[in-house]
DNA sequence: TATGAATGAGCATTCATTCAT
DNA sequence: CATGAATGAATGCTCATTCAT
């Protein structure tokens, strides 16, 4: 089965897609080479240009591609069968996973750093609202303590996981996967203080 | 009294450091430009090249000048007169007032990007190293649960002080400063589901 | 009516014309874009190559096209009715009904740049050709003075005429139509200071 | 005696208007290529970039530094000795003086094609406007007829010159130095069937 | 030590042209 | 014949770094 004119043109951008976020996740945007995407791509420099406007283009549509992944990854856990407990420990599970698959692109993702860039900026933020969302409930039933304030709660959290998650990249050895995954709840849920619930 | 030459080349150099702390927080380091650095500083460009090897060597002494202001500030928190909840507060009085007074600097500091930035990762480390002690001096007093791994406890505070306030700094509305301080003593400490212990 | 294969590629090969024409006019042979003369084509870039070698040879169409309106125009104001004078008046009428038609064409068409630009000079040349006879005629007959060199005279025309009309183009208030071709006729046959010889 | 730093730039900008002067006339704006120009200036490509904010910047310059040589060159030959009619002819001797050394310059400079050149104008516009006065004044003392518009009159001097002169530096051997100021001069004033005056 | 004009390698982007469909 | 995605050489411009003054 031949591929027709319009299917290699979306391959050829799902290659630019995929070699911009290898190349934007190992060197920033900034230090991106257009010549290396092409070359990762297995594209002419100019093709990238009938793809996108220019190298702030690409980079957007990496970006939104990885939030699409992401998002989709933690609406997924959100489906697993359980109590709250396991829904948490599915997500964690979850971002471990895109983390160890992805590594660079995972920072590139969820990294704040120097300079306006509105897109960063907008993955970071649309996971926060997804887990402002589940705290707000959690204070209704009454599982996420009346004193917590869920914007601010919810940003920790984003933090949290993406700098333990960052230091873990560099230094896989210190943990096992479990118990990464394991502190990850922990700390998120009780603090290193906070005293953990009675079961039931 | 005249300033001597040795002084005046001292002056320059701190010129040159809080001019590139400007430049590098406000445009990241590839974004910025050596030029735009000398202009803030207000020296001419080759003036950079005869106190710093390069524009590498420049942002190595930013960061190592910033480092040295946060981990001095975090060690006088230490020395606040009351129990831990009151030291933890001053800690976190200092690290707001900090990210309030240099903005993007902070920023900078603390971010954890695409990229290898080593001095960018020696701040980070640094800092955790510091709490990392704490807590492991809190599991020994108790008052750190003892199923806390320091090491990834610490980066997940990191990053949750870093990920609020940068937050925090673009939506300086959300939140006072002192709901802000609270939010990050209580996360860190507490969680979200955490129970808060009893005084005595 | 169905129409034929070969009516339909001269209609394509007439739209490239046209369309040259326009962009080519509007920016220039370098300025003009291949893509901006096929979309007002409505046609496919490729579709240009099968028409015309290269850019080159498209313009040496349009150009030819354009030099063979203005000539026939030219010489249909020699078939005019009338004496000298009124033929005179027809031909202007004619250029300065072309310039307003076709504006930025007529600029292409006329003028004579930097670079090298052998059909723009082939163009002016062939005007002017057709001026030098009939000023050589006219000084067999009398009504051309003896010291005007046939040559220079009718470059000299050309050039009045063509910068006269370019500056009217964009600055068609400062004169009617009427007043135009008046002047046209006038400075070309008696010059400023020239006096108007008696009529009989 | 050594050159201070500040007349050795003076130079160098010197040194790229010149080059540019000549690339521009030979090749026209979008062809001129900024490496043949620092090549012919002598100086490295970004040397171009501390003297001019980009190639069209350069452009001006040279329009404007062209416009001034021919300015004054007009200026000079109203200061010449004698009549109208010697003054006449020395601004023709000094134009044809000009278009002989200057060449390709003279015609980038006189020259109006496609495209918007909005210096291009501005440098025609300049040499209009001082003819324009002199027809006004001719018109009060008696030496223009009545019957011209000056505005229109000058237009057509100029293209007048610049055509004969263009087709002339084309085809130099055609005719002398003489008889080619002498024809700009006799079709000017008189056009080619105009009656010249009696004497006194 | 300070200066800032000059350098030139490096880079993003353009665009005429080709060719498989 | 028509198409338009792909090509890649060509080009304008940037900017960290140097060095004569």
Redesign the pocket.
């Known amino acids: 089965m031949?591929?027709?004119?319009?299917e290699?043109?979306d391959?050829?951008?799902s290659k630019l897609i995929t070699a911009g976020a290898g190349v934007f996740a190992r060197r920033g945007v900034e230090g991106?080479?257009?010549?290396d995407i092409?070359k990762e791509a297995?594209?002419?420099?100019?093709?990238?240009?009938?793809?996108f406007?220019?190298?702030?283009a690409l980079f957007d549509e990496v970006m939104r591609a990885g939030k699409t992944i992401v998002l989709d990854g933690l609406a997924q856990s959100q489906q697993a069968d359980g109590d709250r407990a396991i829904k948490d420990r599915a997500a964690m599970e979850g971002v471990v996973a895109f983390a160890q698959i992805y590594g660079p692109l995972f920072r590139l993702l969820l990294s704040r750093g120097a300079g306006d860039q509105p897109m960063q900026r907008e993955v970071v933020d649309a996971i926060a609202a997804l887990r402002i969302t589940e705290l707000e409930q959690g204070k209704k039933d009454g599982w996420v303590r009346a004193d917590i304030n869920p914007d601010a709660a919810a940003r920790c959290e984003v933090g949290a996981v993406f700098h333990l998650l960052d230091w873990w990249l560099d230094n896989p050895g210190k943990m096992t996967d479990e118990e990464l995954i394991d502190q990850l709840c922990r700390v998120r849920r009780f603090g290193v203080e906070g005293l953990i619930p009675e079961q039931g």
Do not use: C, N, P
Request: glycine share 10%.
């Open positions: 031949a591929k027709s004119r319009s290699k043109k391959e050829t951008r991106a080479r257009i010549g092409a297995g594209v002419a420099m100019g093709t990238l240009y009938t793809h406007a220019d190298k702030e």
